[in-house]
């Protein structure tokens, strides 16, 4: 009797099946990805309209492109070796956000300066200066007198580098004061603006003289010398004051013939600058002339 073979069985090998990820732990990394585009998007917005405060519509729309496109570059990155498709989504979004920012600087280049410049303010407002004003009074004005003659082109304060002379503007309306060539302690200026006043009115019954000029708001820094002219009486004397919008700035020392004082005052965010003198007498006999003299008035912006 012959013996059967039994039935043959055919083996098959199925491959082992993939190890599948535990759904929480996808979870928790989704949420990471998640929290890490949203931390890099709401950073780069906040820094971006931190930087720009004052930006148009065309420079937040900048930000907000680049914001997200950095974002979703960050988040396709993750792996983004693996995969061929995932890398280049990767790299143009990192091209997008590039390019956005190349578009926001030369946005913001372009932007035109904005002016504060507002209507004729009324005189009673106050500028907003960035620091104090200060007068550099001293016991001995005379100390500040240049040791030498000087030239026009190296007088104290002759217009230079963007400055503007007072002397050159034309004074609102009812100002007082005159220009013209002034000796004071001994050195002649062809730069001035001075006032003369009849010895019987020093007695302090009078207004001062005043002479006032339209800044709108283009300068931030005035400079000038103030003293006596030479032919003025003995025992007369001049205090000079500088007004900013109708607020007292500056005030010099009470000077006579043979003293000067520089005067240097912050004037960012003035409407109208104000210069005025007011004369005392030792006699008030009447008949002399006492002169102020503003020496190269000038203002920088």
Not at 244 to 249: F, L
Request: aromatic content about 6%; charged content about 15%.
């Amino acid at each position: 009797m012959g013996h059967s073979s039994p039935p043959s069985r055919k083996s098959t090998l199925e491959p082992p099946a993939a190890p599948r990820e535990d759904p929480g732990r996808l979870t928790e990394k989704a949420n990471v990805v998640i929290g890490i585009v949203v931390g890099i998007l709401g950073a780069l917005l906040a820094v971006g309209f931190e930087l720009l405060p004052a930006s148009t519509v065309l420079e937040k729309s900048y930000i907000v492109i680049a914001s997200l496109a950095l974002s979703i570059a960050a988040f396709s990155g993750i792996g983004a070796w693996k995969s061929g498709r995932r890398f280049a989504f990767t790299a143009t979004s990192t091209g997008l956000a590039i390019i956005c920012l190349a578009g926001l600087s030369v946005a913001a280049q372009a932007r035109p300066a904005q002016s504060s410049q507002a209507s004729d303010p009324p005189m009673s407002s106050t500028p907003d200066s960035t620091q104090p004003n200060t007068a550099s009074p001293t016991t001995k004005p005379s100390a500040s007198v240049p040791t030498a003659n000087p030239s026009p082109a190296s007088s104290p304060g002759t217009p230079g580098g963007g400055s503007q002379s007072l002397i050159d503007m034309t004074p609102v309306p009812g100002s007082n004061s005159q220009s013209g060539q002034q000796t004071v302690d001994g050195q002649s200026y062809q730069q001035t603006l001075y006032d003369t006043w009849d010895d019987y009115n020093c007695d302090g019954s009078y207004a001062p003289s005043s002479t006032t000029y339209n800044l709108d708001y283009k300068y931030r820094q005035f400079r000038v010398v103030v003293g006596l002219s030479e032919n003025s009486p003995p025992g007369d004397t001049i205090q000079f004051s500088v007004l900013i919008d109708n607020q007292e700035k500056g005030v010099s020392p009470t000077l006579q013939a043979g003293q000067t004082q520089t005067l240097n005052l912050n004037v960012a965010g003035a409407y109208r600058i104000t210069l005025q003198d007011n004369c005392t007498s030792a006699d008030n006999a009447g008949g002399n002339n006492v002169t102020a003299v503003w020496i190269n008035p000038v203002v920088k912006p």
